[in-house]
């Protein structure tokens, strides 16, 4: 995958080889701001042209960055398992080609020869260890990309949260309706709301289980909107617990006082709240010791959990519950499990050097991203200018009493509601343009730094860094086994072999050659 390494040019005598081409813009937006499919295509036919290709297939995508899966990526997967001899891909760039690590995944295992022309890239089975490293990290940060362009969505949520208005579907009891200032809020449901509030009376008494109150709203009339059957006791705990029916909501991990009005009163709410939790206090009782990898791991042998105990009043041993019958699994001490999870957490970490070149290669490949956002920026600035220029201009008509008050009150008041919306858009270009890489470099230095971390934290904190990094613990004739969680499989993968080759003594001048350094 070397930044020289292409195809040869035609020369005369090499033979055309078939290849498929793919393009895609990610929103809309996109499409105006010059990354347009025909200017992507008329790149990929000039490189093909050059270089002796010949197109079998073209398969173009146009999706905004919120919906899943791509029909025209699909098309292209399928064509190219059917196809004995079209083993090469032709893309603008690695965000063009990925939305996530499972696209990556899907053409890996097809052994293709994949061209980044923008990037002047090629990728194919044969290359080395280090050029995949590289590729896996810019994978990684296309479906960063693509993260932070779907929390835009998000972001306009967040802000009716923050006017006081319920921001999606409305929750049970209530329903989806325009308010007098035009903008969409809920209000209560007149036919199932006063079932909600009879759920909630019923249950404060405290003479009846979840399941009980369940049946009672299913002879009202309140029933699941799956099957028309009874609630499950799930989605009654659920409401019985939402903050939603006394005029709160939660909305990304805070609490929103809303605009619309309350089903019950906050006093019903609490009443409620400590029958559900008096009855959670006694099925639950709370252990003494807080055993660090508890619940965590589980049995090789059959599969049960292994838990902590307390021997000779200090030691902390593990052992598997045997709740399938005796287990031949031995006791072990918690100090091995916890050399073990370090030995297994050094296989993240890499050298500064290795960073430092992965972080200006993603800054290099950022280039058209923050183009994106740049010219995004001076759009939408010079139609903030156009509508100021507009309202300054309908004020001197105002005075010199060419309109009346009543037509540039309307009109200012539509155009300032345009400006805010503009500024808006904006800040959010320019939030994105700063925190592109952020989030992708911080990972790739939490990875680096797992197996110091881990060795320095307390037990607690060490539990919590596993359940972030790891998955599948399985411990087993005295080895553990994990799965890393994504993307910090990808890091530990790439990670070993970048490793593998410099114990070798595999030369790795090619990882400044895919920076173009």
């Known amino acids: 995958m070397s930044r020289n390494s292409k195809p040869p040019s035609s020369g005369g005598i090499c033979p055309q080889r078939t290849a498929v081409l793919y393009a895609r813009v990610s929103s809309e937006e996109q499409e105006k701001a010059g990354f347009s499919i025909p200017a992507q295509i008329k790149l990929l036919h000039g490189y093909a042209l050059a270089n002796r290709f010949a197109i079998a297939r073209e398969f173009v995508d146009v999706e905004t960055a919120k919906r899943t899966g791509r029909v025209q990526f699909g098309e292209m997967v399928a064509h190219l398992k059917r196809s ?205 010791h807080e055993f660090a990898f508890s619940g965590l791991i589980t049995c090789g042998h059959c599969g049960c959990a292994l838990v902590g105990e307390i021997k000779k009043g200090r030691y902390v041993y593990y052992h598997c519950t045997g709740f399938k019958g005796k287990c031949p699994e031995p006791y072990t001490r918690e100090e091995v499990l916890s050399g073990r999870f370090a030995e297994i957490l050094k296989g993240l970490s890499f050298d500064g050097e290795i960073l430092g070149w992965v972080r200006e290669a993603l800054l290099e490949s950022h280039d058209d991203e923050k183009r994106f956002h740049e010219e995004a920026i001076q759009r939408l600035r010079a139609d903030y200018d156009r509508l100021q220029n507009r309202l300054e201009a309908i004020y001197v008509d105002k005075l010199d009493g060419r309109i009346d008050e009543n037509f540039y009150d309307s009109m200012a008041r539509e155009w300032r509601s345009e400006q805010e919306h503009l500024q808006q858009a904006v800040e959010e270009h320019q939030a994105a343009n700063r925190t592109y890489l952020d989030e992708g470099v911080q990972l790739l230095e939490l990875a680096g730094r797992a197996y110091e971390l881990f060795c320095e934290q307390p037990s607690r904190e060490q539990r919590r860094l596993l359940d972030f990094l790891l998955s599948n613990c399985t411990w087993k004739d005295n080895q553990l086994s994990v799965d890393f969680r994504q993307p910090f499989d990808l890091i530990a993968d790439m990670s070993k072999e970048v490793k593998c080759e410099t114990a070798a003594g595999v030369d790795t001048g090619g990882r400044r050659r895919v920076m173009g350094g």
Request: net charge positive; hydrophobic share 35%; aromatic share 8%.
């Open 84 to 288: 004995l001899t079209c083993r090469i891909v032709l893309v603008e760039k690695t965000d063009r080609l990925y939305r996530n690590l499972k696209d990556w995944i899907n053409l890996d295992e097809l052994d293709l020869e994949i061209h980044f022309v923008k990037e002047n890239v090629v990728l194919s089975p044969d290359s080395r260890s280090s050029e995949k490293f590289m590729h896996g990290i810019k994978v990684l940060m296309a479906k960063n990309y693509i993260d932070n362009l779907s929390e835009e969505t998000s972001k306009g949520l967040l802000e009716k949260a923050e006017q006081g208005l319920w921001p999606t579907l409305a929750p049970r009891g209530y329903r989806n309706v325009i308010g007098p200032d035009g903008k969409r809020t809920i209000e209560p449901d007149p036919r199932i709301g006063p079932l909600i509030v009879r759920l909630f009376e019923w249950y404060a008494t405290g003479n009846y289980a979840i399941e009980e109150v369940a049946k009672m709203a299913l002879d009202e009339g309140l029933t699941s909107s799956r099957c028309r059957g009874r609630l499950p006791t799930a989605s009654v705990h659920r409401i019985l617990r939402n903050k939603v029916y006394i005029g709160e909501f939660d909305w990304k991990g805070k609490t929103y006082l809303g605009t619309y009005g309350p089903l019950i009163t906050r006093d019903l709410w609490k009443r409620v709240q400590s029958v559900l939790d008096r009855r959670h206090e006694g099925k639950h009782r709370k252990s003494k």
